[in-house]
Every structure is written in structure tokens, then in C-alpha cells.
């Protein structure tokens, strides 16, 4: 039992950390879907892409599939037009489509 332990302990000091990179900008643009409910988000800063997504420069995307998506487009917007800023988090693995794949949107 003690040797199970030690070996599990010893597993979880060699797994990487999941944390995820955030970016704090304020966005310059908000992009529809060409037919998809989807949205992308662009920032006034150089985009993080730790999933190493074939897109790196557009933006952020988050489709209606996805969970969050009403609430992320709703704080996007809302952003959008009172020029405030936001911090955009995205999935270090994941990507939707050739973008970074959007899973949180805080604003200050």
C-alpha cells in the first residue's frame, strides 16, 4: 500500500500543470460566424496561441456548442461598447478550427 502511494505522489509531481494563459487587451474587433452561430474576438496586443493553433494572428473564437459561449459574447459586446478592457483565457490544448478556443472573458 505504501509503495501504491509513493508511485501515485511521485506521478503527480511529474504531470505538467493545466493552467491555462490569459490576455488582457482591449478588443479592436468582433467577428460573426460566415454561416455558424460562432464569434471571433481580436485584442490591441499580441495574441497567445498555446495550443499552437494554424491561426495565429486573428483572434479568439468560441461556437455555440461550446459551454459559456452566450455568456462570453455577452461580456464581449458589452466590452466592445463601452471600450473597456478584458482579460481573454483560452485553452492551452484545444483549438476551434484554426483558433485559439475562448474559455473565459472577465472584465474589470
Known amino acids: ?5 509513493l508511485l501515485v ?3 503527480g509531481f511529474a504531470l505538467p500543470a493545466s493552467a491555462q494563459q490569459a490576455v488582457s487587451g ?6 460573426t460566424g460566415w454561416d455558424s452561430d460562432s464569434f471571433g474576438v ?3 496586443v499580441p ?7 494554424s491561426e495565429n494572428n486573428l483572434g479568439y473564437i468560441s ?6 459561449y452566450q455568456t462570453f459574447y455577452a ?3 458589452t466590452a466592445y461598447v463601452a471600450r473597456k478592457p478584458v482579460t481573454v483565457t483560452v485553452h492551452n490544448t484545444q483549438c476551434i478550427g484554426p483558433f485559439p478556443k475562448i474559455i473565459g472573458i472577465n472584465m474589470p
Open 47 to 53: 495574441q497567445v496561441n498555446p495550443a499552437h493553433c
Open 75 to 77: 461580456a464581449v459586446l
Open 9 to 11: 505522489a511521485c506521478l
Open 26 to 31: 482591449t478588443i479592436t474587433q468582433v467577428r
Open 1 to 5: 500500500m505504501r509503495v501504491y502511494l
Open 63 to 68: 461556437t455555440i456548442d461550446q459551454p459559456g
Open 42 to 44: 481580436m485584442l490591441n
